[in-house]
C-alpha cells in the first residue's frame, strides 16, 4: 500500500523556523516527483513546492511565489523521506501541509496521486 | 501567478449531471493546458481524480468511477468537470489545477451539495 506520513508540525513564533518530513513506502520512492501542498483550515489549495526525483545534476526544485527564498525542499532518497525547511516563518504560513506524490518524476505538469493526511504548522506569538 | 476560478458553490439532485467549471485567465490557452481535477471531503486529504487534455490525452485516477470526465470548452477558455449520475457520495469539495509558467496553480474550489 502506498503510504505517506508527514510529521515535523507544530507551533512555531513568527520569524521562526521548521522542518517537516515526509516518509514514503509502498512505492519506488526514487522513480517519483514529491510535492507539498498546503491549505488553511476551511479553505482552498496552494501549492508551495515540487522536487523532480534525482538526476546526474540533481534534482529540480520549484517554488510558489509566496515561498520562493524562505522554503526549501529536499530529499533522501535512501530514507525515502522528503523534507520542507520552512524559514522566516509568518502568521499567513499557519495552514496544514500536504506530502505529495507526483505521477511522473520530472515534477513538471503532472497530477498528484498520492496524498498524506497532513501535518498542522501554526505560526503565531 | 495565474488564477483559476471556479463556482463557490453547485448544488444537484441525486442521479442528476453536475458541470464544474475551472476558469483559466486570458493569457493561458485551456487548448495547450492539461487540467487536473481532485476532490476533497471534510475531514480527508484531497483525492485524484482524473486528468484531461483532449479525448485523446486523458487520464482517470485509480478507481475513480467513470462517471467522472473532463472536457474543455475553449469557448470560454474553461476546463470542465462533469460528473454524472450524481450521489450523495459526491458531495465534496473540487478543485483544478494546471501548470504554468514553472509551477502548479490550484483553482479556487466548488462545493457539490447532494439535495
Known amino acids: 500500500e502506498v503510504q505517506l506520513l508527514e510529521s515535523g508540525g507544530g507551533l512555531v513564533q513568527p520569524g521562526g523556523s521548521l522542518r517537516l518530513s515526509c516518509a514514503a513506502s509502498g512505492f519506488t520512492f526514487g522513480n517519483s516527483a514529491m510535492t507539498w501542498v498546503r491549505q488553511v483550515p476551511g479553505k482552498g489549495l496552494e501549492w508551495v513546492s515540487t522536487i523532480s526525483r534525482s538526476g546526474r545534476s540533481g534534482a529540480k526544485k520549484y517554488f510558489a511565489d509566496s515561498v520562493e527564498g524562505r522554503f526549501t525542499i529536499a530529499r533522501d532518497d535512501f530514507k525515502n523521506t522528503l523534507y520542507l525547511q520552512m524559514n522566516s516563518l509568518r502568521a499567513e504560513d499557519t495552514a496544514v501541509f500536504y506530502c505529495?506524490?507526483?505521477?511522473?518524476?520530472?515534477?513538471?505538469?503532472?497530477?498528484?496521486?498520492?496524498w498524506g493526511q497532513g501535518t498542522m504548522v501554526t505560526v503565531s506569538s | 501567478q495565474a488564477v483559476l476560478t471556479q463556482p463557490s458553490s453547485l448544488s444537484a439532485s441525486p442521479g442528476a449531471s453536475a458541470s464544474l467549471t475551472c476558469a483559466l485567465p486570458?493569457?493561458?490557452?485551456?487548448?495547450?493546458?492539461?487540467i487536473y481535477w481532485y476532490q476533497q471531503k471534510p475531514g480527508s486529504p484531497p483525492r485524484y481524480l482524473l486528468t484531461?487534455?483532449?479525448?485523446?490525452?486523458?487520464?482517470?485516477g485509480s478507481g475513480v468511477p467513470s462517471r467522472f470526465s473532463g472536457s474543455k470548452a475553449a469557448s470560454t477558455n474553461a476546463g470542465i468537470l462533469v460528473i454524472s449520475g450524481l450521489q450523495s457520495e459526491d458531495e465534496a469539495d473540487y478543485y483544478c489545477k494546471i501548470w504554468h509558467n514553472g509551477a502548479y496553480v490550484f483553482g479556487t474550489g466548488t462545493k457539490v451539495t447532494v439535495l
Open positions: 484531461y487534455k483532449s479525448d485523446f490525452s486523458k487520464q482517470q
Open positions: 505529495v506524490k507526483v505521477a511522473g518524476g520530472d515534477g513538471q505538469d503532472d497530477g498528484f496521486d498520492v
Open positions: 486570458s493569457g493561458v490557452n485551456v487548448g495547450a493546458s492539461r
